[in-house]
């Protein structure tokens, strides 16, 4: 492990003379690689610093109190130090490990968020705003970008279904853990009788794709344009701005109809088609990586009940760590940082308990 150790921190050291190269600050894609690696490798370097000044303390400390013959009040500032530095080995032996543990290669890019009203009507539909209102406040809480790809809105206000993007350094490793089933329990407005509904809507987190990391053949798709329809829509009716795209292969199929512009609608619709087939891709491949080994946490799937929100006790439960918070009002405001850092938390602890490697 600690020849392995050894290896990324030269590789480190290596890529660090690389970028102080003059020819390689002027080629931007291959600077640009090599920050991105450099950057990745950093929080891992400096911990195995941290580790190796400790360790060196550690030796040192131990050396002496071996040796013995110690005078009384130096023998305490020794040992004090060697108690010292040797939970602060443990400490950081702790964290190396959780850095060492493989990364999912997407978690640094922007994500793709698709919320659809499942069961419950227009509930359903009220949630599903709900939720999208919920991820793009904490989108500004994080300084991120959001926005709306393509809507479809019901006469209650609320959304049948809404695709929005989220840019931002690392927005994919917070979201990932968000795709599911979110199930809601409240009392309607429109219930007399004061009776709790359950309604459920589906959230779907696609990692945003390149168009150099899926090659689509402009063959395999199908364009249709049509005059946009919904709730709300005046402008979108006149003309026929609206866009379906079908990816012949895989069946996919994407509209959108939130621009007036029949351009702007179809880069928006590549956008979202490109990301599904990448994620589809990307599920495929993990299944077959994984198939022995199914995470505790892991992304969720859109057919597992992962979340419940209860309005009448103020309460949110995540099935999946049976963490439960009373205060879903801050949460639906955007701030569930703690519950995202939670799932992280028991995924790595879920992948350490899995490793074959040791220290």
Same mark, same amino acid.
């Given at each position: 492990?600690?020849?392995?150790?050894?290896?990324?921190?030269?590789?480190?050291?290596?890529?660090?003379?690389?970028?102080?190269?003059?020819?390689?600050?002027?080629?931007?894609?291959?600077? +640009?690689?090599?920050?991105?690696?450099? +950057?990745?490798?950093?929080?891992?370097?400096?911990?195995?610093?941290?580790?190796?000044?400790?360790?060196?303390?550690?030796?040192?400390?131990?050396?002496?109190?071996?040796?013995?013959? *110690?005078?009384?009040?130096?023998?305490?500032?020794?040992?004090?130090?060697?108690?010292?530095?040797?939970?602060?080995?443990?400490?950081?032996?702790?964290?190396?490990?959780?850095?060492?543990?493989?990364?999912?290669?997407?978690?640094?890019?922007?994500?793709?968020?698709?919320?659809?009203?499942?069961?419950?009507?227009?509930?359903?539909? *009220?949630?599903?705003?709900?939720?999208?209102?919920?991820?793009?406040?904490?989108?500004?809480?994080?300084?991120?970008?959001?926005?709306?790809?393509?809507?479809?809105?019901?006469?209650?206000?609320?959304?049948?279904?809404?695709?929005?993007?989220?840019?931002?350094?690392?927005?994919?490793?917070?979201?990932?853990?968000?795709?599911?089933?979110?199930?809601?329990?409240?009392?309607?407005?429109?219930?007399?009788?004061?009776?709790?509904?359950?309604?459920?809507?589906?959230?779907?987190? *696609?990692?945003?794709?390149?168009?150099?990391?899926?090659?689509?053949?402009?063959?395999?798709?199908?364009?249709?344009?049509?005059?946009?329809?919904?709730?709300?829509?005046?402008?979108?009716?006149?003309?026929?701005?609206?866009?379906?795209?079908?990816?012949?292969?895989?069946?996919?199929?994407?509209?959108?109809?939130?621009?007036?512009?029949?351009?702007?609608?179809?880069?928006?619709?590549?956008?979202?088609?490109?990301?599904?087939?990448?994620?589809?891709?990307?599920?495929?491949?993990?299944?077959?990586?994984?198939?022995?080994?199914?995470?505790?946490?892991?992304?969720?799937?859109?057919?597992?009940?992962?979340?419940?929100?209860?309005?009448?006790?103020?309460?949110?439960?995540?099935?999946?760590?049976?963490?439960?918070?009373?205060?879903?009002?801050?949460?639906?405001?955007?701030?569930?940082?703690?519950?995202?850092?939670? *799932?992280?938390?028991?995924?790595?602890?879920?992948?350490?308990?899995?490793?074959?490697?040791?220290?």
């Amino acid at each position: 492990m600690f020849d392995k150790l050894n290896l990324t921190e030269i590789r480190y050291e290596e890529i660090n003379q690389k970028l102080m190269d003059p020819n390689i600050m002027s080629d931007n894609n291959i600077y +640009k690689s090599l920050m991105k690696e450099y +950057k990745n490798l950093s929080p891992l370097i400096e911990k195995y610093r941290e580790y190796k000044i400790a360790k060196k303390s550690f030796d040192e400390a131990k050396e002496l109190l071996d040796l013995g013959g *110690l005078e009384k009040e130096f023998k305490e500032i020794v040992l004090e130090e060697y108690e010292k530095t040797r939970d602060l080995i443990l400490s950081y032996k702790d964290d190396i490990k959780v850095l060492l543990l493989p990364t999912d290669p997407n978690d640094d890019k922007n994500v793709i968020v698709e919320i659809r009203g499942g069961a419950g009507g227009d509930e359903a539909s *009220l949630f599903a705003y709900n939720l999208y209102r919920m991820y793009t406040m904490y989108a500004e809480i994080k300084g991120w970008k959001s926005e709306i790809l393509n809507v479809n809105e019901t006469e209650v206000k609320g959304f049948k279904e809404v695709s929005f993007s989220i840019s931002g350094d690392g927005a994919y490793s917070r979201f990932k853990f968000e795709m599911g089933v979110h199930r809601v329990q409240r009392v309607p407005e429109t219930e007399s009788s004061g009776r709790i509904h359950t309604s459920t809507v589906t959230v779907a987190i *696609l990692p945003e794709a390149e168009e150099v990391e899926v090659d689509i053949n402009t063959s395999d798709l199908q364009i249709d344009t049509f005059r946009a329809g919904g709730a709300g829509g005046q402008h979108v009716n006149k003309t026929e701005s609206a866009i379906r795209i079908t990816h012949i292969p895989t069946g996919t199929v994407v509209e959108c109809q939130d621009e007036r512009s029949q351009h702007k609608n179809k880069d928006k619709a590549m956008k979202i088609i490109r990301s599904r087939i990448y994620e589809a891709k990307m599920r495929e491949q993990h299944d077959i990586i994984s198939s022995d080994r199914k995470s505790q946490v892991g992304t969720g799937d859109r057919s597992e009940r992962i979340r419940t929100y209860n309005y009448p006790q103020g309460r949110m439960t995540d099935h999946r760590i049976g963490l439960t918070l009373y205060k879903l009002e801050d949460i639906l405001n955007g701030n569930i940082e703690d519950i995202i850092d939670a *799932l992280i938390t028991a995924d790595q602890a879920d992948k350490l308990a899995s490793s074959e490697e040791t220290f």
